[in-house]
């Protein structure tokens, strides 16, 4: 069974650090591209980021870029986005999904960021 | 960057109703483009990639068309556990853009 499990959201304040990660188990990692995407509070989805299934290419959204960082590690099966310079238009569900050819077909179920003094 | 409009934004329907979203792309994105459905307290869930190819067990009252800047998502007979948000998503390019959304209530 394909599971993606992200960790690691809470609560930050306006220009702070946050690392999220995405644990998956199930289906070969490195095969696959995975991405970030985002849901902010009464708003729609949003896409964030991509990584390849080497980690050798990385693509961002302009809202994100220079700020954040997706990595993985295929050896702990696990994704990564550091995301700093936060602002409070951050504050989201961020969720994390395969990328096969560009669709996302499994996800996780969300980890939330509150980007808030 | 390729923009995504959706419509309707809402979409008030009955059970069994056939039921249409559209989406548009600003540019052409040849087939490259997904519809997703989204519950509340839910993961999103994959049901057509490729413009039209229906993802495994996803029911068949499920169906997409369209290439280039027009595609349509039905729902052939609206069934109680479709009442949800749908969304269309480009990945012809990056940065990959999802429509904003179209919110499927009960009438």
């Known amino acids: 069974e394909v599971r993606l499990l992200e960790s690691g959201g809470g609560l930050v304040q306006p220009g702070g650090s946050l690392r999220l990660s995405c644990a998956v188990s199930?289906?070969?990692?490195?095969?696959?591209?995975m991405s970030w995407v985002r849901q902010a509070p009464g708003r729609g989805l949003e896409w964030v980021s991509t990584?390849?299934?080497?980690?050798?290419?990385?693509y961002y959204a302009d809202s994100v870029k220079g700020r954040f960082t997706t990595s993985r590690d295929n050896s702990r099966n696990r994704l990564f986005v550091q995301m700093s310079s936060l602002r409070a238009e951050d504050t989201a569900i961020y969720y994390c999904?395969?990328?096969?050819?560009?669709?996302?077909?499994?996800w996780g179920q969300g980890s939330l960021v509150t980007v808030s003094s | 960057d390729i923009q995504m409009t959706q419509s309707p934004s809402t979409l008030s329907a009955s059970v069994g109703d056939r039921v249409t979203v559209t989406c548009r792309a600003s540019q052409s994105v040849s087939i490259w483009l997904a519809w997703y459905q989204l519950k509340p307290g839910k993961a999103p869930k994959l049901l057509i990639s490729k413009a039209s190819s229906v993802e495994s067990g996803v029911p068949s009252r499920f169906s997409g068309s369209g290439s280039g800047t027009e595609f349509t998502l039905t729902i052939s007979s609206l069934q109680p556990d479709d009442f949800a948000t749908y969304y269309c998503q480009q990945y012809d390019s990056y940065p990959r853009t999802f429509g904003q959304g179209t919110k499927v209530e009960i009438k």
């Open positions: 199930g289906f070969t990692f490195s095969n696959y591209g």
């Open positions: 990584i390849s299934g080497s980690g050798g290419n990385t």
């Open positions: 999904a395969t990328d096969s050819g560009g669709s996302s077909s499994a």
